[in-house]
């Protein structure tokens, strides 16, 4: 503020998280005249806020458990159709789908432990005449085993006759994340 003025500084450290020194400026809206010095013993009671890098979470036992739900609504197009989202290029480049799930996939795996993720779909009838199913497993055994594994069950959905439906409704997948 305009009537601010700094009154002194503080020299601090924050060992072991931050060895480097910090120095931080005191402001004061109010200037007190100095009172008599009846005691020589100083009473300081910080208050210490930081805020942890990933790294340090991760190095502090953290773990990151990744989950992933693909989209099998008709509104990503027929993945027969070139350009759609699901399309299986033939020259072997992947598709959107299929690079969202390496490219995030691959860093997400370095985190967990056991490298075993649930696959889950939505947006699709998994049988002809059947209802619209919002929160399906594509793996057999409840996890894939890494990246791979992910996009293992990604391409046997397609091999396993679901009909791309609709409406988009996400709730049960995050529900079941949760």
Request: hydrophobic share 35%; with cysteine.
């Amino acid at each position: 503020n305009a009537g601010d003025e700094q009154t002194g500084d503080v020299l601090s450290t924050a060992p072991p998280m931050d060895p480097e020194i910090v120095v931080s400026p005191i402001i004061s809206t109010t200037l007190l005249p100095p009172a008599p010095c009846t005691d020589l013993g100083i009473a300081v009671s910080p208050i210490i806020s930081t805020t942890p890098t990933f790294q340090q979470y991760i190095s502090g036992g953290c773990e990151i458990n990744l989950t992933v739900a693909i989209d099998f609504t008709g509104s990503n197009g027929n993945p027969l159709d070139p350009g759609t989202l699901h399309y299986r290029n033939s020259d072997g480049s992947l598709n959107d789908y299929e690079t969202a799930i390496v490219e995030i996939g691959s860093i997400l795996e370095k985190f967990d432990s056991d490298k075993k993720f649930p696959v889950w779909g939505y947006g699709a009838r998994l049988k002809q005449g059947g209802d619209v199913d919002h929160c399906f497993s594509l793996c057999p055994g409840g996890e894939a085993d890494g990246v791979e594994g992910i996009i293992h069950a990604y391409h046997d959905a397609f091999r396993s006759g679901l009909i791309m439906s609709g409406p988009t409704v996400f709730t049960e997948v995050i529900q079941t994340a949760a």
